[in-house]
């Protein structure tokens, strides 16, 4: 068996280099799009982390209602770490739901029961990214003259970023490497066998999922897909308010 020392501060050091580097090369330009980006951020984080809760909570768990996760209070659910690192190395974390499978119900079995806890975090991202496209095409048709003003363009911008933001974290989550939701929602449709050696090999694929963020590799595969959805979501809805 494969024995890897995995610490958490080598992590946490590598991230805080791609933190410094990000501040080094920060603009003004840079600093009012990332305080513009600020209440997406907090609300796609809150309200994917209350999915998680909630999910699992309907599945018969009460796990998150006694940790206090059942709210949509950004502080119930954001990690400060996790928080700081998406803001400027744009990879971080809400706060996890702890959840405890043996109490679903038998309506799933335990292995569907967490895929479908996984998975909601995600869903919750994608529903919120359709949510504020529909806020920010019927801002534009029912006020037309919104963009005329510097308060109704930032709020405009602020909306666009959320549609960004959510896409993106939904896709991210859906990486199949852990500790992303993807990774348990798959494990579902693996067998034992297979599942074991992902568990034997769980902090490589940790380290493998850092080198993939760090090098760039991991945006370059998914922001195409974030560009194909977001686009694709943005003509769907401009076409329903007819524009």
């Known amino acids: ?123 919750m991202n994608f529903v919120l990214a359709l949510v504020f496209t529909i806020i920010y095409f019927a801002t534009l048709k029912f006020v037309p003259g919104i963009m005329l003003t510097q308060w109704g363009a930032i709020v405009i911008t602020m909306i666009s970023s959320a549609i960004i933001v959510n896409v993106g974290l939904g896709v991210f989550n859906l990486i199949p490497l852990p500790p992303l939701d993807g990774s348990k929602i798959f494990r579902n449709f693996m067998s034992y066998n297979v599942k074991e050696w992902l568990d034997r090999y769980e902090r490589v694929f940790y380290i493998i999922f850092l080198v993939l963020w760090i090098t760039g590799l991991a945006g370059k595969i998914i922001s195409p897909i974030i560009e194909f959805i977001s686009t694709g979501l943005i003509r769907l809805v401009g076409m329903l308010f007819g524009m």
């Open 1 to 123: 068996m494969f024995n890897f020392e995995f610490d958490k501060r080598f992590i946490y050091v590598i991230l805080a280099i791609m933190v410094i580097m990000s501040l080094r090369g920060m603009s003004g330009n840079y600093l009012l799009s990332l305080l513009l980006t600020l209440p997406g951020v907090i609300v796609a984080i809150t309200f994917h982390e209350f999915a998680h809760a909630y999910a699992a909570y309907k599945l018969g768990d009460d796990t998150p209602r006694m940790q206090g996760r059942l709210n949509l209070n950004p502080l119930s659910h954001m990690d400060p770490i996790g928080f700081v690192l998406l803001i400027f190395a744009h990879i971080g974390w809400g706060k996890p739901v702890q959840i405890n499978p043996r109490n679903f119900d038998r309506k799933y079995s335990m292995s569907a029961g967490e895929a479908i806890v996984s998975v909601a975090g995600p869903v």
